[in-house]
């Protein structure tokens, strides 16, 4: 094949999907000659499945991306049709927000963007293999014989490697949407020794809206308080519109039951794991027989499209099975099936085979980050690209400093270390019970986690870390005053306590104790003792969950206190495993496998016990004592 010489650049993103899009805009922000390429310009930043963003978790995550300078909480705040705040009555540790997006819209601000980026350069292309010299990456060849050079690479190409769209009996060889596959990508990496294990994810049907009855269904209106997700958003979007609620029947049950023959998933045909956190609707009929119903949301697509996304109907089954399927819904019997349900596979490397930088072992240079890494949804992609991107540039730039977030840090940590350290069995989603420490990674707090960290690797600017640190100050203030604040107990501190339903005060209390209180709030307290300057609602918000669950913050803090002696100790990458006495021959070799960078990880390994770890700790201390004596004599 022809080939040609096209560009040298700092850092080379593959794909523009969510993960890619961060990536490359962390990349070149921090200063790198970046160039993005993508398979079709018509697919940056595009939603094949759920037009949505956030979510239990995934809304967390998307916090994070803001607070580390990514990109995803802005332009989903100006494109969004509906933004609800989940699981109000729980507690902080669990509450998410959840955007109903305009897709197209949400594209076209995301394309604009990159666009508009100095140092990002964005080219249709379809990458074949990489360059690789020694062990190490450095560049692409494209399709077309475009030679690319860089000083490191990132693949995110998503569901597209070897994709092949499973409809019924119809099996096809395809990218999401019915995009061009990459299918020399993939051989490419088997070649280079990349163990890939096949994946399959699916999407429901969509309907036209002006044939639905949304009168047989429920509204689910958005949040009239304006709400959003990045922490720098001033003007909110009020005129949103609402989704829809309704119900499978034994109807649909009976007609999935008639025709499991037929379907992918039990016919054999569809090899590859799906998701036990998103599955087809086939498969929770058979999985949960009793439940006479399951939930289906009705999500309009955009402003500007009578497309509707049936979510809770996801489906490989026939087309002519779909068709009865949406019939048998209630508000559905009429409704025209714009686009079929289908089922896609797909190759991911197993991600064992990373660094906790997303760097992978085999190739130096080389990141890999998104759904190729065995993950799914847009925000877990969305997370792993602005890692990647970080550490992509900052190893382009000579930089010797790697961004690794700890589990304590928050859900973007718990992600990259379960993929690196555990694999994925199946396409990983983030839940908020993945994370043991979910107390301490909150909605409300992902700035105070993680702002520091987007100053210092240049992704915030100076304007808004001064702001940060201001508010920061506000909080530790207010706290402090209310903890030095004596509330007597006089008749208007009574009759407020007496109106929701507490016990009155025998003496005087401290302000932050009456606060910590179940039945009162950050609002009651200000009314005995009023703030002698006006705080916005996040620093009230902040200090009233920093002062109630203070109690169970210090708790989960003194654990991750205790973890970080074992985060400290550093496992030299050249150990030899063999070498060591006394470790179980599982623990041995998925410690091998593995190559843990801190005893702490070798802790969260599959088959590596507290023995194993008492054994490997008292090893290392034998080296440390000897490097000692060695150095002394």
């Known amino acids: ?10 850092v080379i993103v593959v794909g523009a999907g969510h993960a890619g899009c961060e990536a490359g805009l962390a990349a070149a922000r921090i200063g790198c000659k970046t160039l993005m390429l993508t398979i079709n310009l018509d697919m940056v930043a595009f939603m094949p499945c759920n037009p949505s963003i956030g979510g239990p978790a995934k809304g967390v995550v998307v916090r994070e991306i803001d607070a580390l300078g990514g990109q995803m909480a802005k332009v989903i705040d100006k494109t969004h049709i509906q933004m609800r705040m989940l699981n109000t009555g729980k507690g902080p540790a669990v509450r998410a927000l959840r955007a109903q997006a305009d897709k197209v819209l949400y594209q076209q601000v995301m394309k604009q963007t990159i666009e508009n980026e100095p140092n990002l350069q964005l080219v249709q292309g379809m990458v074949d293999r990489l360059l690789v010299e020694n062990g190490i990456c450095k560049g692409v060849i494209t399709k077309t014989g475009a ?25 096809y060889s395809s990218g999401p949407n019915n995009q061009q596959p990459s299918i020399k990508l993939s051989e490419h990496l088997e070649e280079l020794g990349f163990d890939i294990v096949r994946f399959k994810t699916g999407t429901p049907p969509r309907v036209n809206s002006k044939t639905i009855d949304y009168s047989k269904t429920e509204i689910q209106p958005g949040d009239k308080e304006p709400r959003a997700f990045s922490y720098e958003t001033t003007e909110y979007i009020t005129d949103q519109l609402p989704c829809w609620l309704t119900y499978t029947t034994e109807k649909t049950h009976q007609i999935i039951d008639a025709n499991l023959h037929r379907s992918p998933m039990f016919s054999g045909m569809i090899k590859g794991s799906g998701p036990k956190y998103c599955p087809s609707i086939e498969d929770k009929v058979v999985r949960f027989h009793d439940k006479p119903r399951h939930q289906v949301f009705l999500e309009p697509e955009g402003r500007h499209t009578e497309e509707v996304y049936v979510q809770g109907l996801s489906t490989s089954l026939p087309e002519d099975v779909q068709h009865q399927l949406i019939a048998s819904v209630p508000g559905l019997e009429n409704a025209q099936m714009m686009r079929p349900g289908y089922a896609i596979e797909y190759d991911s490397i197993i991600p064992t085979q990373l660094w906790p930088t997303l760097e992978t072992k085999k190739i130096e240079n080389l990141y890999t980050a998104g759904q190729i890494n065995g993950t799914s949804g847009y925000e877990e992609a969305a997370a792993q690209g602005i890692m990647a991107g970080i550490n992509a540039a900052h190893k382009a730039l000579g930089k010797n400093k790697e961004v690794i977030l700890k589990r304590s840090d928050g859900y973007i940590g718990v992600l990259i270390d379960d993929l690196v350290t555990k694999g994925a069995a199946e396409p990983y989603r983030l839940l908020t019970s993945r994370a043991e420490y979910r107390l301490l990674l909150r ?13 210092e690797v240049g992704l915030i600017s100076e304007d808004r870390y001064q702001k940060f640190l201001q508010k920061k100050s506000a909080i530790e203030a207010e706290i402090n005053r209310l903890r030095s604040i ?42 005995l003792v009023p703030s002698n300057e006006p705080l916005n609602h996040e620093i009230e918000e902040q200090v009233e969950i920093q002062i109630k669950y203070e109690g169970y913050i210090e708790k989960s803090t003194q654990q991750v206190e205790r973890l970080k002696k074992m985060e400290n100790k550093k496992i030299p990458l050249n150990i030899d495993y063999d070498a060591i006495n006394g470790l179980a021959n599982e623990a041995r070799e998925n410690l091998k496998k593995i190559h843990p960078l801190t005893l702490a990880q070798a802790s969260r390994i599959s088959g590596v016990n507290p023995a194993d770890i008492s054994i490997l700790l008292v090893y290392l201390e034998q080296g440390r004592i000897a490097r000692v004596n060695n150095e002394n004599d």
């Open 147 to 171: 030679i690319f050079r860089s000083k490191t690479v990132v693949l995110t190409t998503g569901t597209f490697l070897r994709g092949e769209i499973i409809i019924g009996e119809l099996k």
């Open 486 to 527: 004596i509330i007597k107990p006089n008749e208007k501190t009574q009759s407020l306590i007496r109106s929701v339903g507490g016990s009155e005060l025998k003496d005087g209390i401290k302000a932050s104790d009456l606060l910590k209180r179940p039945e009162m709030t950050y609002e009651h307290i200000k009314e």
């Open 443 to 455: 909605h409300d707090n992902a700035d105070l986690r993680l702002t520091e960290i987007g100053y």
């Open 1 to 10: 094949m022809f080939t040609y010489e096209a560009g040298q650049f700092d």
